[in-house]
């Protein structure tokens, strides 16, 4: 398989911890954004949308190319099931899905790479509030997924099961691949994470694992400070 990213994409990141905690090799295959690597022709051809990730997935069939980290993942968790990024039951799945679109679906959209670069450019907003526009939902959508975790801790307790590791039970999930490239990137605009225990304890426990280790940011090969 080919991952065609950039290191600082956190759609990329999701798509890159999922690959690792499922063990499967890949070719690192760097779009440069800032350069406009990905509004050329030669990307165009893989990804018409231009957007990053795009998994190339060779021999199913022929040539697959998959966009959209969310189905990329979930590509991934139904051809190589083991270990599963999702659980078993409906509810469960349902549950992870609901904290891992948190991430993908109420924060990642509006403050993404071309979005914050049209705040700047086209309505001419300064750094500081283009920073203040990123924290604010970045804060608003992680103490959404907070009350999640909150909920669910709860409801572990009534059962008389012991605390979450991760943000659903004891192993990784879908929600883990996003919630961690989402706080990482937070880290870049002087994001304060306070009162959040729950979601950066999970973190904490994440970025303990060398699957997120070796899918952060600063172990890719066109990384750049």
Not at 177 to 201: D, H, S, W
Request: net charge negative.
């Amino acid at each position: 398989m080919k991952l065609y990213n950039f290191f600082r994409s956190g759609t990329s990141f999701r798509v890159r911890i999922a690959l690792n905690l499922k063990g499967l090799p890949y070719e690192y295959l760097p779009v440069a954004l800032p350069k406009g690597e990905h509004k050329q022709d030669a990307y165009r051809a893989v990804s018409p949308d231009t957007l990053v990730p795009v998994l190339d997935v060779q021999g199913d069939p022929d040539q697959a190319l998959l966009s959209q980290s969310m189905a990329i993942i979930e590509y991934l968790d139904e051809t190589h099931p083991h270990p599963p990024l999702l659980p078993a039951d409906p509810l469960g799945r349902a549950r992870v899905r609901a904290l891992a679109q948190t991430v993908a679906c109420e924060i990642h959209p509006v403050n993404n790479l071309r979005i914050l670069k049209y705040l700047g450019s086209t309505l001419q907003v300064t750094d500081a509030q283009r920073d203040a526009w990123y924290n604010h939902w970045v804060l608003e959508g992680l103490q959404s997924y907070e009350r999640r975790l909150q909920d669910l801790a709860e409801q572990r307790a009534a059962a008389g099961l012991p605390p979450s590791v991760y943000s659903y039970g004891d192993t990784p999930t879908l929600a883990d691949c996003c919630l961690v490239p989402q706080v990482i990137n937070g880290t870049r605009f002087g994001l304060k994470y306070e009162n959040l225990p729950l979601t950066m304890a999970v973190h904490e426990a994440c970025m303990k694992l060398p699957a997120f280790q070796q899918a952060h940011p600063s172990s890719c090969p066109d990384f750049t400070p």
